[in-house]
């Protein structure tokens, strides 16, 4: 496909304004994404390009819920498990998101690499992962991590920090070694995609976006206007 070649010379002053900080690669280095791709194995390739150039957390995605009534709220989570079935991260089912996920299943997922200049968005309904695989990614996190589990109600108030330690102090005392069992309201979510759009910057605002929307046992893929 001919690529438009954008000649700043051609283009008004304001238009050749470009955000402050310098792109970490070269926008426009980048090919159009392919829309033959599938869409985990194009996940599964830019994931594994943010992983290089992620200060931290390339996993980490935001995680938009809602009620039953369609007001939103959203959080950052960390993606544990990617492959055809889903994208799986774990909670305190309890928390506001598992409360919300209760009456409606249906979530947004956003990653958004600065590094790499792109996002991917994935829609989908949520459904809970089996109890032996979130008690293998229980049992994989470190012991503290896994006290805290035991110990915080995850977005309910608490009305003193030293609440919450003597809590953790108290979870210790009754696991003074491992195995620490799993919280029965602590478990896992899988996103069943519906929907990925991929999104890549280019110069100028002239961004290249791909959607692939489930149809049936297929994918309808398009390009979207920047
Ligand atoms: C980088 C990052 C990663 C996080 N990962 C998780 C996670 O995997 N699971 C989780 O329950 N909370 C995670 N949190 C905390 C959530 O953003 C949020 O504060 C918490 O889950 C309560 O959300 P809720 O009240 O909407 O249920 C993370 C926060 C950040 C900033
Ligand atoms: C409360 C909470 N639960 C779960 C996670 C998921 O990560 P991990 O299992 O690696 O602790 C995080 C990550 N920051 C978190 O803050």
């Known amino acids: 496909m001919p690529q438009l070649d954008v000649n700043e010379h051609e283009l008004s002053p304001s238009m050749t304004e470009t955000s402050p900080s310098p792109a970490a690669l070269p926008l426009d280095s980048q090919p159009l994404i392919d829309l033959a791709a599938n869409p985990f194995t194009l996940f599964e390739a830019w994931m594994k390009e943010a992983e290089k150039t992620e ?3 390339p996993n980490a995605m935001v995680l ?18 990617a492959d055809h079935r889903g994208f799986v991260f774990y909670t305190n089912t309890h928390s506001r998101k598992g409360r919300e996920l209760e009456e409606n299943p249906h979530v947004a997922l956003l990653f958004h690499w600065k590094s790499q200049r792109r996002q991917i968005r994935i829609e989908g309904a949520v459904t809970p992962v089996t109890p032996e695989e979130a008690d293998a990614y229980f049992a ?5 991590s896994r006290l805290g589990a035991v110990a915080s109600d995850q977005s309910r108030p608490l009305a003193d920090r030293s609440a919450f330690e ?3 102090k108290q979870v210790e005392e009754t696991y003074p070694q491992d195995p620490i069992p799993r919280p029965a309201n ?6 069943n995609p519906e929907y990925f ?17 489930r149809n049936g046992n297929d994918w309808d893929v398009t390009r979207l206007y920047p």
């Not at 994989?140 to 503290?144: D, F, M, Q």
């Not at 602590?186 to 996103?191: D, I, T």
């Not at 759009?197 to 110069?203: A, L, N």
């Open 55 to 57: 200060v931290n957390d």
């Open 64 to 81: 938009a819920t809602a009620t039953r009534d369609g007001r939103p709220s959203a959080r950052i989570v960390l993606l544990k498990g």
């Open 140 to 144: 994989s996190r470190s012991r503290v």
């Open 166 to 168: 003597e809590r953790l």
């Open 186 to 191: 602590w478990s896992g979510y899988r996103v």
């Open 197 to 213: 759009e991929f999104w890549q910057e280019r110069r100028f605002r002239l961004h290249d976006r791909a959607v692939w929307a």
